[in-house]
């Protein structure tokens, strides 16, 4: 299921690197235009896509063609000759650090995780009512080799103050109504750094090649375990505090609410980590498929927690009321998600097919999701309708 380019990154992000490895200073602008045709788009400036789900689940690392892309303003333009990002706040060494430091001058680490939207089957939610936002299928999710040097090794040179707890990140971005993009993050995840398990980056590289404007050129944050909007694209600062960002995107936004009030968004916690999630990818969304056997492909993610990863994936041909066990993909790995096939036999008439994964920590997709005024964290039992025809 797997090819070679996909065995040699899984092997890269195993380890950090000794040192940057040297690769041409931008993605041409060819690349990035195939890769935008390889998406569909729910919007364009701000863009925001994902891939067909057939070509999400062909291999463990995601391509950056099939990579989803999750933007809140255009893409800013960026001199790197000139670019800085600023840490501040609460440390006793606030600096600056040049593109040319992130990428030569500081302990460079790889990291392989799943990025996932906190929105992801967002439009899922909508079928018991309506809610705001980006309508996303189960593709604003995807699995990369970032590469970059550790956010706790930045936070060690800037020497924190006593009493730190968080760290924020602010993009270079305009978000128009909101200012910069930010997220926030606990001190302790920041500083996280476990020998199987990848810690936080200042990532400049995605699949050994530099990061794409659509993905948050020149360098921008990963952390693992966590909503995709926890990793801000094109990062320009970095502080340190004693409490939660009050940028909107942690104050107002991103929170499970039954009502989109101030009151409501007050008094909710930030969304951090992801919980256990899976979907069928293969066959498409109203496929017509002949009688007999059938090959069914999709992807299951365990919920963000260290050293967490899928232990068992099952799949239903009767709508939910039986089960049998699907075959896992031979690589696990914590934050990491593992993809899956099982093979049904399927008989003329309409088919309800259904996924649900289960994680090393005992958490197994519900089989419903409360509904939210956002339409966050959609991870219910995946279902999927198939026309199977008289043969």
Not at 113 to 129: I, L, P, Q, V, Y
Not at 244 to 262: F, G, L, Q, R
Request: aromatic share 8%; net charge positive.
């Amino acid at each position: 299921m797997f090819d070679t380019l996909d065995r040699r990154l899984f092997l890269s992000g195993a380890a950090a690197s000794a040192a940057a490895v040297a690769l041409p200073r931008f993605v041409a602008a060819r690349d990035v235009e195939a890769a935008k045709k390889e998406l569909r788009y729910h919007q364009r400036s701000p863009d925001n896509a994902e891939p067909a789900l057939p070509d999400l689940v062909q291999s463990w690392i995601t391509p950056r063609e099939h990579f989803y892309v999750r933007s809140h303003a255009p893409n800013p333009e960026i001199d790197e000759k000139t670019f800085a990002v600023s840490v501040e706040g609460m440390v006793r060494k606030p600096r600056k650090f040049s593109l040319g430091e992130l990428r030569e001058g500081l302990p460079q680490a790889t990291a392989t995780a799943t990025m996932t939207c906190a929105g992801n089957r967002r439009s899922e939610h909508s079928e018991t009512k309506p809610v705001s936002g980006v309508p996303w299928g189960p593709g604003a999710i995807g699995n990369a080799v970032w590469g970059g040097v550790p956010l706790a090794e930045i936070l060690k040179r800037v020497e924190l103050q006593d009493g730190a707890k968080h760290v924020w990140f602010e993009s270079v971005d305009h978000v128009e109504g909101h200012g910069p993009f930010g997220g926030s993050i606990p001190l302790e995840k920041a500083m996280a750094v476990h020998s199987k398990t990848p810690g936080c980056l200042v990532a400049w590289r995605m699949n050994e090649a530099p990061l794409s404007p659509d993905h948050g050129f020149p360098v921008r944050t990963v952390v693992p375990g966590y909503i995709g909007a926890r990793s801000v694209k094109w990062l320009g600062k970095i502080v340190v505090s004693d409490r939660p960002s009050p940028n909107h995107y942690v104050a107002d936004a991103y929170k499970i609410v039954t009502e989109a009030t101030p009151e409501q968004f007050a008094a909710a916690q930030p969304i951090y980590q992801y919980p256990i999630n899976g979907a069928l990818c293969i066959p498409p969304a109203d496929a017509k498929v002949e009688p007999g056997r059938l090959t069914v492909r999709g992807y299951a993610l365990p919920s963000g927690n260290p050293g967490c990863t899928i232990e068992r994936v099952e799949i239903s041909t009767d709508g939910g009321r039986t089960w049998r066990d699907a075959n896992l993909g031979d690589k696990s790995s914590p934050f990491c998600w593992r993809l899956w096939s099982a093979e049904a036999t399927l008989k003329p008439g309409e088919t309800t097919l259904v996924v649900r994964a289960t994680d090393t920590r005992g958490r197994t997709q519900p089989q419903q999701t409360p509904w939210n005024a956002k339409g966050y964290l959609y991870n219910a039992w995946h279902k999927r309708q198939v026309q199977v025809g008289n043969g």
